[in-house]
């Protein structure tokens, strides 16, 4: 009896490695370097900037490290970051989340900051495609006319963006369905007007100037058009 259940568990031990390894074959080894199990409950992180106000949306670039979001702070914190409680900016820009929950005002200067370089840039190449949906249309219409203006002269720009070194919201308000926020700019660029024969007639190829501009922005807090426009300019000597 007992040489039975012997040969018994043995066939048993036989049958459970042959079924061990076929599950192996099919199945595979951990390596340690597979894909994690995909976790529907997992949200994916949100490209910055959208989703909320903004100028424009920027052209794809290369992927960047992934990074852990972040919780935003409650919109009435957001707002205190950027002014005080119990300034005219405060209040402005309560009247603008008011009127467009979308609002964040990080995520507007992150916008603002993109269309400059972009507006800036095109202005000094002549390349008016490029500023037509960023700018309003009186705006549109100087800009057009000042680059008109320089072609017919035969006159060209050298220019290099260098950067921005500060971007803050000085004022914003709502008017009759319209939203305004402007926006102070300090920036940093090289800028050399020439004529037609070469020689450089305002300006300087080489060195870095210090540039100060007021914008204001605006969009229509109905329209279902997200982006902002350049509606006024102003330079600060």
């Known amino acids: 009896m007992n040489g039975l259940t012997d040969l018994s568990s043995i066939i048993f031990l036989v049958i459970a490695v042959v079924v061990f390894l076929r599950l192996r074959s099919v199945l595979g080894r951990r390596t340690g370097s597979e ?3 995909y976790d529907p409950y997992t949200r994916r992180d949100a490209l910055p900037g959208r989703g909320v106000g903004k100028v424009v949306d ?6 960047a490290p992934a990074i852990v979001a972040t919780p935003l702070l409650p919109v009435a914190d957001r707002i205190k970051a950027v002014a005080p409680e119990g300034t005219p900016l405060n209040d402005g820009l309560k ?9 964040d005002p990080n995520g507007f200067l992150t916008g603002a900051r993109a269309a400059y370089e972009m507006i800036v840039t095109a202005f ?8 037509r949906p960023l700018l309003g249309d009186e705006v549109y219409d100087g800009f057009v006319k000042a680059i008109s203006d320089r ?10 963006f260098v950067g921005i070194d500060k971007a803050e919201i000085s004022s914003a308000a709502v008017k009759d369905g319209t939203a305004q926020v402007t926006v102070r700019f300090l920036s940093k660029l090289v800028s050399a007007t020439h004529d037609k024969s070469g020689a450089v007639i305002d300006g300087d190829p080489v060195k870095v100037g210090d540039v100060t501009d007021v914008w204001t922005f605006a969009r229509e807090t109905a329209s279902r058009d997200p982006n902002w426009k350049l509606v006024a300019t102003e330079s600060v000597e």
Do not use: C, N, Q, Y
């Not at 000094?124 to 500023?131: F, I, N, V």
């Open 35 to 37: 894909r994690p199990p």
């Open 151 to 160: 072609e017919g002269r035969g006159e060209t720009i050298e220019f290099k």
């Open 58 to 63: 920027m052209p794809a670039r290369a992927a």
């Open 124 to 131: 000094a190449e002549g390349d008016r495609k490029t500023l």
């Open 95 to 103: 009247a603008l989340v008011a009127a467009d929950s979308d609002f």
